[in-house]
């Protein structure tokens, strides 16, 4: 099993504290350093939008190159793109968003717009050599329209294959989804998007999250987003709190006998020094109970 860190994006871009840049870069190293290998660095969207995000390219410029770490940039449009690129990421992570509402608040287009977006950036993609995955916000749920069909998500996704991504993730921005609707959800994506690499991302805010991740995997991921500490939110996401934390994962993970290559040992360190960055206690609880045997 994959894990994508999520924490330098999704982590930090709804915290109140700021967070340095050299934070964010010793947050990365010490991810490195707890053997993950796939990171999202940072995003590449307006800084008066997410000024958490603003340092991207400093963040880019500071993380240390390891021919086995990918670096994501998440981008919005064709602006975030060759920022993105010019700064070194090794893929580009793009998002659609399910709900038409939570489009507009996000990233002020429509999702057709969104959809013709990542039309137009596969190719360049291709053409300057770093990988596409795109991920599926509000499949779960949207805190403006509520439900979402489950027949529009598997459209979206459709197209999405239609474009020749790399990679579809289905995301419950909010919270909300629960396993049974994970199992359809990623079933019927697989069915649609045969052959291409299936991520989930899910935060914990009603605590479903680590059982939809175990579903997901059951439904056939292979690669789970989640950020240490538990941290992380979208702005635009009323009451939006953290992903599953890492740590918590890993040894969910690990106990399972499912191998995903991080360190606990490294990762309950990198969650209590993440707790003194931020002044507050992050979510996670594996930091807090230890780990077990010990
Ligand atoms: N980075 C920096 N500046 C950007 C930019 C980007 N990715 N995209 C647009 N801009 C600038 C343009 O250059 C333009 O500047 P100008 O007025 O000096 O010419 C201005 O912003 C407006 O451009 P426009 O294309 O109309 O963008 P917009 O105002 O519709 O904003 C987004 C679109 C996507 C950039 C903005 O909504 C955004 O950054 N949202 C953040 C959403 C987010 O991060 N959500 C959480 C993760 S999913
Ligand atoms: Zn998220």
Redesign the pocket.
């Given at each position: 099993m994959d894990i994508v860190e999520v924490s330098p994006?999704?982590g930090l871009?709804n915290e109140a504290v700021h967070v340095t840049t050299a934070d964010k870069i010793a947050l990365i190293e010490r991810a490195i350093a707890s053997g993950l290998r796939r990171i999202e660095a940072t995003?590449?969207?307006?800084?008066?939008?997410?000024p958490q995000?603003a340092d991207?390219e400093a963040v880019m410029a500071g993380v240390p190159r390891c021919a086995d770490v990918s670096y994501s940039g998440?981008?919005?449009?064709?602006?975030?793109?060759d920022?993105a690129v010019m700064a070194g990421v090794n893929e580009v992570n793009c998002?659609v968003?399910a709900s038409e509402t939570f489009s507009q608040r996000?990233?002020?287009?429509s999702v057709a717009d969104s959809v013709q977006t990542v039309r137009d950036l596969v190719d360049d993609a291709r053409t300057a050599g770093i990988g596409v995955s795109v991920?599926i916000?509000t499949a779960f749920g949207c805190p403006f329209e509520g439900e979402i069909s489950e027949s529009a998500i598997l459209a979206l996704a459709g197209q999405m294959a239609a474009l020749g991504v790399d990679e579809i993730a289905l995301a419950d921005?909010i919270g909300v989804g629960v396993p049974t609707q994970v199992s359809r959800l990623i079933t019927g994506t697989a069915a649609i998007a045969p052959g291409i690499r299936l991520r989930a991302h899910f935060h914990n805010t009603r605590n479903t999250g680590y059982a939809n991740a175990v579903a997901a995997i059951n439904a056939g991921v292979t690669v789970l987003d989640s950020s240490i500490g538990g941290i992380g939110g979208?702005?635009?996401a009323p009451d939006a709190t953290g992903n599953i934390a890492t740590e918590d994962l890993v040894y969910l993970l690990d106990r399972s006998d499912i191998d995903s290559g991080a360190q606990l040992p490294e990762l309950i360190d990198a969650s209590d020094w993440l707790s003194g960055v931020l002044g507050v206690r992050v979510p996670g609880q594996l930091a807090r109970a230890g780990s077990f045997p010990s």
């Amino acid at each position: 099993m994959d894990i994508v860190e999520v924490s330098p994006r999704d982590g930090l871009q709804n915290e109140a504290v700021h967070v340095t840049t050299a934070d964010k870069i010793a947050l990365i190293e010490r991810a490195i350093a707890s053997g993950l290998r796939r990171i999202e660095a940072t995003s590449f969207v307006h800084p008066a939008a997410v000024p958490q995000m603003a340092d991207a390219e400093a963040v880019m410029a500071g993380v240390p190159r390891c021919a086995d770490v990918s670096y994501s940039g998440l981008v919005l449009n064709r602006r975030g793109f060759d920022r993105a690129v010019m700064a070194g990421v090794n893929e580009v992570n793009c998002v659609v968003v399910a709900s038409e509402t939570f489009s507009q608040r996000n990233q002020r287009m429509s999702v057709a717009d969104s959809v013709q977006t990542v039309r137009d950036l596969v190719d360049d993609a291709r053409t300057a050599g770093i990988g596409v995955s795109v991920t599926i916000a509000t499949a779960f749920g949207c805190p403006f329209e509520g439900e979402i069909s489950e027949s529009a998500i598997l459209a979206l996704a459709g197209q999405m294959a239609a474009l020749g991504v790399d990679e579809i993730a289905l995301a419950d921005t909010i919270g909300v989804g629960v396993p049974t609707q994970v199992s359809r959800l990623i079933t019927g994506t697989a069915a649609i998007a045969p052959g291409i690499r299936l991520r989930a991302h899910f935060h914990n805010t009603r605590n479903t999250g680590y059982a939809n991740a175990v579903a997901a995997i059951n439904a056939g991921v292979t690669v789970l987003d989640s950020s240490i500490g538990g941290i992380g939110g979208c702005p635009f996401a009323p009451d939006a709190t953290g992903n599953i934390a890492t740590e918590d994962l890993v040894y969910l993970l690990d106990r399972s006998d499912i191998d995903s290559g991080a360190q606990l040992p490294e990762l309950i360190d990198a969650s209590d020094w993440l707790s003194g960055v931020l002044g507050v206690r992050v979510p996670g609880q594996l930091a807090r109970a230890g780990s077990f045997p010990s």
